[in-house]
């Protein structure tokens, strides 16, 4: 017997209220998409720090947005030419990592047509993907398991993909965290010291497209910025260095993905909705304890 | 014999931003060591005039020299310290994070090195802060963030100092231990300084460069009629007799 259609309970066994630990160790789906959503933790409340810090959520918003081109170029091209490798995940980064870099050169080449750009690059990419999908061989395609996310179609493959990215996004920001940090703060003084600032800033862009790419599984395009958002918006109030809201927002993202997982799956709910949820129910206490009871 | 080595020249340089003119044929040289104020109405092009020697901006016309290279090749050598309003008061970066930011070119991968951070913490007790390296920027006052920024641009060990209106958001109390830091410079480091102060233009300069599209050096002391006239844009600025007269144009001069 199974659940209402997008659950975790679709294909597993409708939950027992107990046994979710049973059933993890029961259904590697489920384990899969628990490990996919510990890993990506790590690399969005990293780089949502930076996002929130450096005040650029509306480019985070774009660059997910644009993903569904890429998607929907990779299923067409894949179904039409049988390229088995071509999977909408390499397609979302291909898509991604683009967007990122028109975003971030045209916001350094001309900073009064940023707005302009980022809301174009947000339609065009959605509007490209839906063409692609209209037009992609075969039977069609669930859109919006890419729109809401589908933690169901996570695999062994996506949680290896996962992990790398992961890392590669914490290895990259230990690395270069002084001048991320620098060109956050004071892009013209880090010019002057030498430092190549629209390298970093481009780089910070791309390692926020690769984040925003491990979330689609989780909560699909559209609700991946409240979960890149939230938790470091949630950390830098408690918080004033930049490592430190770091630190915390990866610990809120992990306990909004793993009691997401739980919730969704013992509720029958869909799972990307309760995560983004519980984030924003976190952010909503933090303010109103900030209210009641900050100093001043 | 050889002229004194000029820390900063501008030859003919004028500067449009589309069809606006902001400077316009400007010559100055500027000495080693010379301490001198900038002043000028709003809107007259001071911040050009700093960008241009930053190498920010490139001249329309003309060419800026700094040490004899092109102002690109030589802003290590310069201190800059902008303006603190400028920045995100709830920026999550401490003191000393920001006074490291004048070792970023020793830098390449990781964290910044032992030597560096003792060179940090020397320009912030030199500022006289410290005792707050670790105090995150938004708990700063006005007076300490300015200073912080002083910090950070002598991290850089510069050969010139540029700042932009360091005293705009200081309290008198404060400003007196700014100028203190800027007669310790005196000796080994040009300054140039922007300012609206008519306290720290007698305290601090050789002499000032007035910047109304066409910059003029006037010597020291001003009258205050004309420091007046120079804000309100009316003045037509032009060199000083003294000036005039050590440049070779005796015109105005009344002996003969």
Known sequence: ????????TEIIRPANMTDFIHALQTFPLLRYALLAGIFSSVAFGVVGSFVVTRRIGYIAAAIAHSI???IGASIYFSRTYDLNW??????????????ALIIGLISLRNKEREDTIIGAIWAIGMATGLLFMHYAPGPGVNLESFIFGNILLTSLSDVYATAV????????TIMFYPKLLAVCFDEEFSRLRGIKSGIYFLLLLCLLAVSIVLLVRLTGIILAIALIVLPAATASKMAQRLWKIMVIAVVISLFCTVSGLIVSYVGETPTGPVIVLIAAVGYSLIQVWQRCFSRS | MTEPPHAIKLGGVTHRYGKTLALDDVDISI??????????PNGGGKSTLLKLILGLVE?????????GNSAKKACRDIGYVPQSIQFDPLFPISALEIVLMGRLDHLWLGNYSKKCREIARDSLSRVGLEDIDNKPFADLSGGQRQRVLIARALACAPKIMMLDEPTASIDLSVEEKFLDILKELRKSVTVLLVTHDLDVISTVGDSVLCVNRRVHRHSLPMKPETIAEIFSGSHRIEHDRETRHSHGDHSTCEHD
């Open chain 2, 31 to 40: 000495r080693e060591n010379e301490h001198l104020c900038v002043i000028g």
């Open chain 1, 1 to 8: 017997m199974t659940g209402k259609p997008g659950t975790l």
């Open chain 2, 59 to 67: 001249p329309t016309e003309g060419t800026v020299q700094v040490f």
């Open chain 1, 68 to 70: 569904l081109g890429g």
């Open chain 1, 165 to 172: 990215l992961s890392i590669a996004v914490v290895g990259i």
């Open chain 1, 86 to 99: 071509l999977t909408p995940m390499v397609g979302a980064l291909v898509s991604a990592l683009a967007a």
